[in-house]
């Protein structure tokens, strides 16, 4: 990965960093801004919350960036470290990262399957802001496996070690978190068509 | 196969377990129920739907001016900006991004005792900055009814603001009036509440007198350090402008008033930094 601006690789800034080139930061910052923002963003569907989990991910990267040997890719360094940060603000604040809870969750609550109803088939037409507006709208836990694996792009293993949970608890509130999204975003279009 | 058994063996399908195939009876029931076609279909559409939700947002530039600050504090950023007056061997130039080499580092001469004194006005001046954007911010009328319009911040995706792109700098009045101000930017229509329309119709903003004094003042310490300040100096005006033409359009969105208020407190650590870097 190059910097257009500079022409640097994100190798020579990192070795630079490490010498403590402020510009080099800066590339480095700006190579990784989107991505760390955007999770930081989906998780807690706040911006001003965004920016300061952003900030202290990349300030905890910055710190720790001399221990940075390349045995992995940075970008995979730099993402876990976005997660640990995000979780810990949300084990802090007390809000459920995963709840066993929700996997007990009652019929009435869990996500139904209609057998024989005509549903709005979803198929080619989501749109994105509703897609973003209905995954604000998840339960913490939903939310955070269902941003990590289909959002981020994290496997189960992984999200089961980071938010401490198994590997098919991990899937179910995938697929439950899935499922509610198909419900939301149905009720947001028939709403739409309503309103016209 | 039933549709009990489709829903019961879905989670583990759908990421893939099979490299995505899937066994022949799923595919078989899939063709005579179109209901259970449709969840599959809908299921996977939002899984890949939701992938191009990564890193479709841009953080505002004040996050890159608190972070480099406070590298700074923290004495991560040893720059090469050494005065070029405190160069004692002029062949020796740190490169900004050579290979990695031994450097020597010449012990900086610290400024003269003239722009010393001359730099002391920074400090009154960083401290006003906060103390005005309290009073304005604080002050400012709760209205009545909420008067947000923009869609949830999270879908707004502000126009991005590098030293490359900024604008020229914002102009700021005396530091008591700093923040009473509101510098609007030419062309920037009544309509519309978004954060990134105001920035794409920002005209460029003329330089204020105590940001030309204070990048004249952070010169003595040499053309790349003073390049480095200017770039964020444009950052944070140009940060400071954007929210300030938002909160005044939506006074009562208190997201944005702290904004705002990070913005000046950005700006007045700014001049802080060079304070001490000057001392």
């Not at chain 1, 995979?76 to 007990?104: A, D, F, I, Y």
């Not at chain 2, 972070?67 to 900006?81: F, Q, V």
């Not at chain 2, 930017?185 to 920035?199: F, L, M």
Request: proline share 8%; glycine share 4%.
């Amino acid at each position: 990965m190059t910097d257009p601006k500079h022409g640097i690789t994100e190798a020579e800034a990192i070795e630079q960093a490490k010498q403590g080139h402020e510009a080099a930061f800066e590339v480095l910052y700006h190579l990784h801004k989107r991505r760390v923002y955007s999770l930081c963003l989906r998780m807690v569907s706040n911006p001003a919350q965004a920016e300061d989990l952003a900030q202290e991910a990349f300030l905890q990267l910055f710190r720790k960036i001399s221990t940075f040997r390349g045995e992995s890719a940075f970008s995979t360094w730099l993402h876990r470290m976005t997660v640990n940060v995000v979780l810990m603000q949300l084990r802090k604040k007390g809000l459920p990262v995963v709840s066993l809870e929700e996997t007990l969750e009652s019929e009435d609550e869990a996500p139904r399957k209609e057998f024989g109803t005509k549903d709005l088939k979803l198929t080619g037409s989501v749109d994105r802001l509703q897609l973003q507006r209905a995954i604000d709208r998840l339960p913490p836990g939903y939310k955070t496996v269902f941003v990590l694996h289909d959002v981020e792009g994290f496997e189960h293993n992984e999200i089961a070690q980071m938010v401490g949970c198994s590997i098919g608890n991990s899937k179910s509130q995938l697929h439950k978190a899935r499922l509610k999204l198909r419900e939301y975003l149905k009720f947001m279009r028939a709403e739409k068509a309503k309103t016209g | 196969m039933t549709c009990s058994e489709v829903e019961r063996v879905l989670p583990e399908l759908l990421d893939g377990g099979s490299n995505g195939a899937f066994p022949p009876d799923f595919d078989a029931h899939l063709k005579c129920c179109p209901t259970c076609s449709d969840l599959v279909s809908d299921l996977k559409l939002i899984a890949s739907e939701a992938r191009q939700l990564a890193a479709s947002e841009e953080p505002a530039s004040r996050v890159w001016v608190r972070i480099a600050a406070e590298l700074r504090a923290e004495g991560l950023i040893r720059d090469s900006a050494i005065p070029d007056s405190a160069i004692h061997d002029s062949t020796i130039r740190e490169p900004e991004f050579a290979p990695a080499r031994p450097v020597v580092v010449p012990v900086p001469v610290p400024a003269s005792p003239r722009w010393r004194w001359r730099a002391l006005w920074l400090a009154p001046v960083a401290a006003a900055v906060l103390v005005a954007s309290a009073y304005v911010i604080s002050h400012k009328p709760a209205p009545q009814v909420a008067t947000q319009q923009a869609p949830a911040p999270a879908v707004t995706s502000p126009a991005p603001v590098t030293p490359a792109t900024t604008p020229a700098l914002v102009p700021a009045p005396a530091p008591q009036q700093m923040a009473k101000n509101s510098a609007k930017p030419k062309g920037v229509s009544g309509n519309g509440n978004e954060i990134g329309r105001v920035a794409e119709a920002a005209a460029e903003p003329e330089p204020s007198a105590e940001d030309q004094q204070f990048l004249s003042v952070v010169s003595t310490l040499g053309p790349s350090t003073r390049a480095t300040y200017e770039s964020q100096l444009r950052a944070v005006n140009a940060d400071i402008q954007e929210t300030q033409a938002y909160v005044d359009r939506n006074p009562g969105d208190a997201d944005a008033r702290q904004h705002l208020m990070d913005a000046y407190q950005q700006k007045a650590l700014l001049y802080q930094i060079a304070l001490d870097r000057i001392q």
